[in-house]
């Protein structure tokens, strides 16, 4: 009995480990693409979109159609986070900016 239960707990304590070891793969975020890998990943949308446009979206079936639609958004999320560089300030940071302007001039 007590080989039976020291073989199920070295079982379940192989098998946990196993699934943290595959859970630790990560995809490459953003933050860690350099420019050219971006630059790909952004063409690589573009033309998966090309695709899309062309293909006869009448004989899809309804399931088919909501994975299209969840994988144009998911790209479309994916490529404003690819090309966000710009500058965003909000309403206090416009106010305080006029007002060391005011105060400048």
């Known amino acids: 009995m007590k080989k039976k239960i020291g073989l199920l707990c070295i079982l379940c304590v192989m098998g946990l480990s196993s699934l943290t070891a595959f859970a630790s793969e990560k995809p490459v975020s953003v933050a860690d693409m350099t420019t050219e890998q971006k630059e790909v990943r952004i063409q690589q949308i573009k033309q998966r979109v090309e695709e899309i446009k062309a293909m006869d979206?009448?004989?899809?079936?309804?399931?088919?159609?909501?994975?299209?639609?969840?994988?144009?958004?998911?790209m479309d999320k994916e490529a404003r986070a690819l090309g966000s560089g710009g500058v965003y300030l909000s309403v206090g940071a416009i106010i305080i900016i006029i007002l060391v302007l005011i105060l400048i001039l």
Not at 57 to 74: G, I, M, P, Y
């Open 57 to 74: 979206r009448s004989e899809l079936t309804t399931t088919q159609r909501k994975a299209l639609r969840k994988e144009l958004r998911s």
